[in-house]
């Protein structure tokens, strides 16, 4: 079991910037992958960036050049620094890990609500 809990979220302007965070517990050791998902009102949940052990990064083409996805191994964090935000980065955010030790699995933390908005 991995349990995750994000913070960071809140009201941000048109073009301003947020960090979201996302702390792991449990079975860390089996995690190969951690990434961030967002959900819209609405909308169907996407991803936004995800972080593979051994360091590759990958985007969603709506946020490459302002989105960066980072992780502190020793810490158990992961992170999301959000810039040039805009109205359409409104969401909540979910911290996700993957562990494909025995199986599949697919750890989601509660979510943290992003608004852009002036």
């Known amino acids: 079991q991995v349990h995750l809990i994000e913070s960071g979220g809140g009201l941000v302007q048109p073009g301003g910037s947020l960090r979201l965070s996302c702390v792991a517990s449990?079975?860390?050791?089996?995690?190969?992958?951690m990434g961030w998902y967002r959900q819209a009102p609405g909308k169907q949940r996407e991803l936004v960036a995800v972080?593979?052990?051994?360091?590759?990064?990958n985007y969603a083409d709506s946020v490459k050049g302002r989105f960066t996805i980072s992780r502190d191994n020793a810490k158990n964090m992961v992170y999301l620094q959000m810039n040039s935000l805009k109205p359409e980065d409104t969401a909540v955010y979910y911290c996700?890990?993957?562990?494909?030790?025995?199986?599949?699995?697919?750890?989601w933390g509660q979510g943290t609500p992003v608004t852009v908005s002036s």
């Open positions: 996700n890990a993957y562990s494909d030790y025995g199986g599949s699995y697919n750890y």
């Open positions: 972080i593979i052990n051994g360091g590759t990064r």
């Open positions: 449990g079975s860390i050791v089996t995690i190969s992958a």
